[in-house]
């Protein structure tokens, strides 16, 4: 008989996919990087405990194209060549750790979203993800549902130095709703996970522009408006990451912000702040 694939695997296949996925091959990614103040009590509103606000109410936009080993080619008439992943993150705390807060990452491809969501508990969805440059001309943006909830105009100003290679620490929550449906809790007790990235770069230039963002039901994101530009590049790296848990956290305290991981249609209650529309 002809080998059945969705068998069981034996000990030597299942060894050889575990040492195959400890090491990662160097992904590298082209992407647009914006970070802005915005209102502290946004952030604050956001952030399940026992993460907190840090001390400037910071929000990490991230759009990229990523060369990501085992995707298919690009069919001849698709518009877009490589993978896009993204993310918009808050600025929190974990105790004495300081690190990101991921509210959304869109991601193009089943593939990133998958793992992300599985392992690490990564708040990931299928969206789109453009990131063009056309001289010193540079757009990127978000979109998901036919929304891009966030959008960068910009143009490039000149190169930044290099930053040496460096760590960022993200905060996930990773659990699973209860089996009965009824939305009362979870199967298991959840927990906060600690991801670290490596970042290595090879280009880095400054850019010029403004970050616009539109009223979404599904990714609100307009709720953290922009009060200040921070920062605004566009460059290539390659990273590398690595997670633990840090704790098990209240399921009661988690609950009601597990809303931010789905596309409730409940949501569709949680009107936008009159005014909010950007």
Not at 29 to 34: L, M, Q
Not at 40 to 67: F, G, M, Y
Not at 228 to 246: H, N, P, S, W
């Amino acid at each position: 008989m002809a080998r059945v694939r969705y068998g069981a695997r034996t000990e030597a296949e299942i060894t050889a996919a575990r040492a195959a996925g400890a090491k990662l091959p160097g992904i590298w990614s082209t992407g647009v990087v914006a970070v802005w103040e915005t209102d502290p009590d946004a952030v604050a509103a956001v952030l399940p405990p026992p993460l907190k606000p840090t001390e400037r109410p910071l929000v990490r936009a991230n759009i990229s194209k990523v060369d990501l080993p085992g995707c298919p080619p690009p069919q001849p008439s698709a518009r877009e060549v490589l993978p896009g992943a993204g993310s918009v993150a808050v600025a929190a705390a974990h105790g004495d750790r300081q690190g990101w807060y991921p509210l959304v990452m869109p991601m193009t491809h089943e593939r990133a979203l998958i793992g992300g969501r599985e392992v690490f508990g990564e708040p990931k969805k299928l969206g789109e993800v453009t990131v063009e440059r056309d001289g010193l001309v540079v757009r990127a943006a978000l979109a998901r549902h036919g929304i891009a909830f966030v959008e960068v105009r910009a143009a490039v100003s000149g190169p930044l130095p290099l930053p040496e290679p460096g760590e960022k620490l993200d905060f996930y929550f990773k659990f699973l709703p209860s089996v009965d449906g009824s939305g009362s809790g979870f199967d298991t007790d959840p927990v906060l996970v600690h991801c670290v990235r490596g970042e290595r770069f090879r280009r880095l230039e400054q850019l010029t522009g403004d970050v616009v963002l539109r009223e979404s039901m599904y990714d609100p994101v307009a709720d953290l408006p922009v009060r200040k530009l921070v920062g605004l590049t566009i460059g290539e790296k390659t990273t590398d990451q690595k997670g633990r848990v840090a704790e098990r956290v209240s399921a009661r305290a988690l609950l009601p912000y597990i809303h931010q991981r789905y596309d409730d249609p409940q949501q569709i209650l949680d009107g936008p702040p009159e005014g909010s529309v950007r």
